[in-house]
């Protein structure tokens, strides 16, 4: 059934998860950064780039969309467009009242 692949040793997701929790955490303190430079009208953009990447690399990474296969990839990207549809719906209505 599951039968272990020798790329995959323990040592190796160690490494692996302690290199995405760097990552992370350098995301996080950019993140942090950009609510104390004063970036003006492109703060809010800023962090929104940085908090798309950290879910960039966490659905990468734990959801295992890069060794996936082509339906799951899909399924990923429709359910994006989804939630991006009803956003722009909400909002329209918003913004029509």
Do not use: C, E, H, K
Not at 15 to 38: D, E, I, K, M, Q
Not at 55 to 65: E, G, K, S, Y
């Amino acid at each position: 059934m599951n039968t272990p692949r020798p790329d995959r040793t323990p040592a190796s997701a160690t490494g692996r998860f302690v290199a995405l929790y760097v990552v992370l955490l350098v995301l996080l303190a950019a993140n942090l950064a950009g609510t104390l430079l004063p970036l003006g009208p492109w703060a809010i953009p800023a962090r929104l780039a940085v908090a798309a990447t950290m879910v960039a690399v966490i659905a990468t990474t734990f959801m295992r969309l890069r060794q996936g296969t082509v339906l799951v990839r899909l399924v990923a990207v429709m359910s994006l467009l989804w939630i991006l549809f009803l956003f722009v719906l909400t909002f329209a209505d918003f913004l029509t009242r």
